[in-house]
């Protein structure tokens, strides 16, 4: 189960994060990833970290603005947003894929597990 929390409402050139909390299973067995998706917009793959969290991967919208991160002594990844912009409003769920699998099936947009979101709203 992902529970994710964290968002709220930001001014242009804020910053916000949101983390989410893993429980049911062995958190480190599992890469994680942040999507997100707008209002009359596709669910977009936004972020990923490798189950270390040595290998992280990010959409190019957000790349140098946005950083993820994991504490798998939590059960917790989280998503640092910087540099916010008007187009960053969405609603931001936390993933997970299949136990052991690769970042890969985030990046495609792939996940078997997901959290409820929360919602990021930043005014211009």
């Known amino acids: 189960q992902l529970q994710a929390c964290g968002g709220g409402l930001v001014q242009a050139g804020g910053s916000l994060r949101v983390s989410c909390a893993a429980s049911g299973g062995s958190f480190s067995d599992y890469v994680m990833g942040w999507f997100r998706q707008a209002p009359g917009n596709e669910r977009e793959f936004v972020a990923s970290i490798s189950w270390s969290g040595g290998s992280t991967y990010y959409a190019d919208a957000v790349k140098g603005r946005f950083t993820i991160s994991r504490d798998n002594a939590k059960n917790t990844v989280f998503l640092q947003m910087n540099s916010l912009k008007p187009e960053d409003t969405a609603i931001y769920y936390c993933?997970?894929?299949?136990?052991?699998?690769?970042?890969?099936?985030?990046?495609?947009?792939?996940?078997?597990?997901w959290g409820q979101g929360t919602l990021v709203t930043v005014s211009s």
């Open positions: 993933a997970a894929p299949r136990r052991y699998e690769a970042m890969g099936a985030l990046i495609a947009g792939r996940a078997d597990y």
